[in-house]
């Protein structure tokens, strides 16, 4: 038995427009499943669907004495992280996806997805999510229909985004939505046990920018599948705000709260996956005077508002976080937010029925069941296995965290007043630089390379790659496009624009040794850069940007003095001029795209190589 276009009529609520209906209708009759249900996002539904979801194995329920309403699901090892070979920028011309993005033709790509669809959804539930991206009915908010083969992917979304009636009711009000269509590419035949991580070997995640839409098939994990976060709320928002003089980034937003004056600044900051957002959006200050609030550690929309300034939404309702590496020592504030109602994904499982990863406090247990459901023990990690996956995540309510913004869901957003770069850099890159002028901060975005991780699953971990505002696998269109439409938002703004900041925490000495503590202390980096904005201290004009002099850093109770300040900003200009070299061999592959602005602070920062 298959849905029929009265079946999904049928199961509509009163509040869903046509034009919901006929998207669902159409998927209908193409996926041909067995069930249709619109969600309603209530409290009911997930209770329901995540005891389905134990039933069937594909979630494993977890002490619920130690870690309340939480879940657990293992994925299959072939769909463990993006996959950046597979994802395609569908735009009528291959010139405006760029050479960073994969394009396909997007007649042909549908040819290809409209028969991957053709019943796709056979012996499956096709859920259809409305949700909202940001507050609910906010001027930088924006909304879409998401219908998926996956309750894993409904259940997630709850977390990560506003779904169901509320979402529903905006659409029907007449406001625009982003079709977003999903499967895992594992049909059921009459009869066929389903396993606990469907999904398929072969991928396409794919974008249409003219048309606005998201289509994704075979993989059940993440930015592959949860359709609102890196598919919509970056690469196909990203076009959007092109076209909209608007700007979404791969950034996390925080508030910094100066509790002498009571002034509060906001910074966003674009560091590629992996690399310590979370840890940013959530630092507990280890220098007394300041408080940080979360307002997001991801994505942010940004908007000039009415008074000129740039102001940012988080546009996500959850955190998608890396769990190795999290513990209380690191992230305090994140290990409080998923104390209960979260989803773990492919972590360990305790004997006790709790998760456990690589770097979380405490001994290891004797015994563990690994991320692959085998049995893992202290021999295991001498061996050098992993307990959990290197990009095993937990998906947890950003209300739940202790330092959430009061403001997080402010539907005109905060306004921004400095802007990070950053990015894992053993050698070369500096604690922190700030712009010399605004197109230099474009430059210092455009030109960020770092260190791979484990985010995706298709490119070497560890090798230096560029990823130019840590959008590489994220802008919908042309990356050089994208910076000439930073330099236009920065013509618009006039000094209004937010100052742009290099920073890197990862930089190690002749030894392999970290030469910057990190975490708690990178708030003395946020410190300077609110010192710097209200002009209380100089800098010194570097190679790479305007340096903290070394006497007006707050470096009080922290183990870096002058020998190690010295080698955290050890310019080598050969290893400087090799790296504008390779800056400029990167930036042939976009032509004449790239902006002349651009191309002049490439000679400018030669010079100063020069004059070094
Ligand atoms: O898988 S996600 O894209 O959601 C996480 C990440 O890589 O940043
Ligand atoms: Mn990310």
């Not at 209708?25 to 997930?46: H, M, T």
């Not at 069937?56 to 977890?62: A, I």
């Not at 979404?248 to 009571?262: Q, V």
């Not at 000039?304 to 190795?324: K, T, Y």
């Amino acid at each position: 038995m298959t849905v029929s276009a009265q079946d999904v009529r049928a199961a509509a609520p009163a509040n869903a427009p046509e034009d919901v209906i006929d998207f669902a209708i159409r998927l209908a009759e193409l996926g041909k499943p067995e069930n249709v249900y619109f969600c309603d996002g209530s409290q009911e539904e997930w209770d329901r669907l995540t005891s389905e979801m134990v039933e069937s194995g594909m979630f494993t329920r977890l002490n619920p004495e130690k870690r309340p309403n939480s879940f657990l699901a293992r994925s299959l090892p072939s769909d463990v992280a993006r996959v950046e070979s597979r994802t395609f920028i569908c735009s009528e011309k291959e010139e405006d996806a760029g050479p960073t993005n994969h394009w396909y033709d997007p007649a042909e790509m549908k040819k290809i997805l409209n028969e991957k669809f053709d019943g796709t959804y056979a012996g499956r539930t096709m859920y259809v999510i409305p949700f909202s991206m940001g507050p609910l009915g906010g001027p930088i908010s924006q909304l879409g229909i998401e219908i998926t083969d996956s309750p894993y992917v409904v259940v997630s979304m709850r977390i990560m985004a506003r779904i169901g009636t509320k979402a529903m009711d905006l659409i029907n009000e007449g406001r625009t939505w982003v079709p977003a269509a999903h499967s895992v590419g594992a049909p059921l035949a009459p009869g066929q046990k389903d396993t606990t991580w469907p999904c398929n070997e072969e991928k396409y995640i794919t974008h249409f920018p003219e048309t606005n839409e998201i289509w994704s098939y075979g993989s059940g994990y993440g930015g592959n599948a949860l359709l609102g976060k890196k598919c919509y709320a970056l690469r196909i928002a990203s076009t959007m705000a092109r076209r909209d003089g608007w700007m979404a980034e791969h950034m996390l937003i925080l508030r910094l709260t100066d509790e002498k004056s009571g002034k509060q600044y906001h910074v966003t900051a674009a560091f590629p996956s992996a690399c310590g957002k979370t840890n940013l959006a959530m630092l507990e200050p280890t220098i007394a005077g300041y408080k940080v609030e979360t307002v997001g550690d991801d994505i942010a929309w940004m908007r000039p508002g009415e008074d000129g300034r740039l102001r940012a939404i988080n546009p996500e309702a959850g955190f998608f976080g890396v769990a190795p590496g999290t513990s209380y020592k690191t992230n305090p504030m994140a290990m409080d937010t998923m104390k209960a109602n979260t989803i773990f994904t492919n972590v360990a499982l305790t004997d006790d029925g709790d998760v456990w990863w690589e770097g979380i406090d405490g001994e290891q247990p004797e015994h563990l069941i690994d991320w692959q459901g085998n049995d893992f023990t202290k021999a295991d990690s001498e061996a050098g296995k992993k307990a959990a996956h290197p990009n095993s995540r937990f998906t947890t309510p950003a209300s739940q965290c202790p330092i959430i913004c009061p403001d997080w869901e402010a539907p005109e957003g905060v306004a921004i007043d400095a802007i990070l770069f950053g990015g894992r850099r053993a050698s070369n890159v500096p604690l922190v630089a700030e712009q010399y002028e605004g197109a230099h901060g474009v430059f210092i975005g455009a030109s960020v390379a770092s260190e791979v991780t484990a985010a995706a699953t298709d490119v070497k971990a560890g090798s230096l790659r560029h990823d130019p505002f840590a959008m590489l696998p994220f802008c919908g269109y042309n990356m050089a496009d994208y910076w000439g439409h930073w330099l236009e938002m920065q013509a618009k703004l006039g000094d209004k624009f937010p100052k742009i900041y290099q920073v890197n925490w990862f930089r190690k000495d002749e030894n392999g040794k970290f030469l910057w503590p990190g975490f708690g202390d990178n708030a003395r980096v946020l410190d300077w850069i609110v010192r710097r904005s209200s002009g209380e201290v100089e800098g010194i004009e570097g190679v790479t940007g305007i340096y903290p002099k070394f006497e007006d850093f707050n470096l009080e109770g922290v183990d870096v003095d002058k020998a190690a300040w010295d080698k955290m900003y050890d310019i080598d200009p050969d290893a400087w001029a090799a790296e504008m070299d390779d800056t400029e061999e990167y930036f042939k592959q976009f032509g004449d795209k790239v902006p002349a602005e651009i191309t002049a602070q490439l000679a400018k920062f030669r010079e100063r190589i020069a004059a070094a």
